[in-house]
């Protein structure tokens, strides 16, 4: 709940005192950047659009409505839900963990006490091994950190109509690379209608190298 109030409210800036104002100006400097791509993303969606007058490109034309569908899709699930972040990332440990031994997930618990990372968990089986992780990387700094920088700087961004699509064309993308690079957990999430909602935790599962490195690591890296 505390990251969807996030990204449907958005974050109050904090006063800025009169020796930050060098940082506060490189701050600004990026959300100008920032706010120009999104606009050029948007502005690049609708140049896809005209396509539809073509009917050589009907197909093209077909996954850009399909693509607007399934992310209004997700903001509703945002809006009824409230807890998108931790589905996501539940979604995704599922995954992981579906078929895992309890002699393997005995060997990733004892890997993430090695490095600190204590999951809160009674019974070791699939199913609370799945929450416990979740809920601690979701409450994890390094986790928590990256998705607060983002929403905060979204919520600026979404002044125009042309910055909101740009978040559009942005989520499409990442559906796509996800839908390339981890296919089970995007169909995972394609049943659930969030798919195009994966954008917002790709930055971190990017970070983590959540579909690259050893499981134990990935985590690891999420927490901290």
């Given at each position: 709940?505390?990251?969807?109030?996030?990204?449907?409210?958005?974050?109050?800036?904090?006063?800025?005192?009169?020796?930050?104002?060098?940082?506060?100006?490189?701050?600004?400097?990026?959300?100008?950047?920032?706010?120009?791509?999104?606009?050029?993303?948007?502005?690049?969606?609708?140049?896809?659009?005209?396509?539809?007058?073509?009917?050589?490109?009907?197909?093209?034309?077909?996954?850009?409505?399909?693509?607007?569908?399934?992310?209004?899709?997700?903001?509703?699930?945002?809006?009824?839900?409230?807890?998108?972040?931790?589905?996501?990332?539940?979604?995704?440990?599922?995954?992981?963990?579906?078929?895992?031994?309890?002699?393997?997930?005995?060997?990733?618990?004892?890997?993430?006490?090695?490095?600190?990372?204590?999951?809160?968990?009674?019974?070791?089986?699939?199913?609370?091994?799945?929450?416990?992780?979740?809920?601690?990387?979701?409450?994890?700094?390094?986790?928590?950190?990256?998705?607060?920088?983002?929403?905060?700087?979204?919520?600026?961004?979404?002044?125009t109509g042309l910055g909101l699509y740009?978040?559009?064309?942005?989520?499409?993308?990442?559906?796509?690379?996800?839908?390339?690079?981890?296919?089970?957990?995007?169909?995972a999430l394609h049943m659930q209608r969030?798919?195009?909602?994966?954008?917002?935790?790709?930055?971190?599962?990017?970070?983590?190298?959540?579909?690259?490195?050893?499981?134990?690591?990935?985590?690891?890296?999420?927490?901290?």
């Amino acid at each position: 709940m505390y990251h969807s109030d996030l990204i449907l409210k958005g974050i109050k800036a904090d006063e800025l005192m009169a020796s930050q104002l060098e940082k506060a100006l490189i701050g600004v400097k990026d959300q100008v950047l920032q706010q120009a791509s999104k606009i050029g993303d948007g502005a690049t969606r609708l140049v896809y659009y005209t396509s539809c007058f073509t009917d050589n490109y009907q197909d093209v034309c077909a996954k850009l409505k399909e693509e607007d569908l399934r992310f209004l899709d997700g903001i509703a699930e945002v809006v009824k839900r409230r807890d998108i972040i931790y589905r996501l990332v539940h979604i995704y440990f599922e995954e992981i963990f579906r078929f895992k031994t309890r002699e393997q997930l005995s060997a990733i618990n004892s890997g993430l006490l090695k490095a600190g990372v204590i999951i809160s968990s009674n019974t070791l089986n699939n199913q609370t091994f799945v929450i416990g992780i979740t809920t601690a990387v979701c409450l994890g700094i390094g986790f928590n950190s990256s998705i607060v920088a983002w929403t905060g700087k979204t919520a600026a961004l979404t002044v125009t109509g042309l910055g909101l699509y740009g978040i559009v064309q942005q989520a499409a993308d990442s559906a796509e690379r996800l839908r390339l690079q981890a296919p089970m957990y995007y169909q995972a999430l394609h049943m659930q209608r969030l798919e195009m909602m994966y954008f917002l935790i790709e930055p971190t599962f990017m970070k983590a190298q959540a579909f690259e490195s050893d499981i134990t690591n990935a985590i690891i890296n999420m927490v901290k």
